[in-house]
């Protein structure tokens, strides 16, 4: 299974398109938020589900800010992350992911990507394709889960 990953995209469709093709062939594609409005547009144009979550600046769509997947046998938890503090800590995410047995928790909110294994549960923001912060420019994320074995990455747009 490979999963694309994409958060912030703040009403740019265009680049957002971008890094679509970029992604090659994937399974399923999942937004983490900022705007959810994006993800809805974004569905209708590729041939695999598409699983979003509200941001904070979604304040016009009462949907749901956590989506819990399984697939492949693995928890998967989308989020934003403005209700769990994430710009200034992933440990709320973290206890929470523990708590509940989740393997991957998939966020947005920072706009810096990030892609890290702790205490055995990836934490993984793809950063923002429309409107990055920190050392890298716009960015967008892969997860691929083979064997069970999960390979995330975080690919800059060209």
Known sequence: MRAGVLSDTHGDLEIAKVALTQMGKIDLLLHAGDHYRDALALAKTVPVPVHAVVGNCDWDFMKPVDVLLEIDNQKIWLTHGHKYGVKSANNK??????????????????????????????????????????????????????????????????
């Open 93 to 158: 995410l973290l206890t929470e992911a523990i708590k509940n047995k989740i393997d991957i928790v998939v966020y947005g909110h920072t706009h810096i990507p990030i892609a890290e294994f702790r205490q055995g549960v990836l934490l993984f923001n793809p950063g923002s394709v429309a409107r990055p912060r920190g050392k890298r420019g716009a960015t967008y994320g892969v997860i691929e889960i083979r064997q069970q074995e999960i390979m995330p990455d975080i690919f800059d747009i060209i």
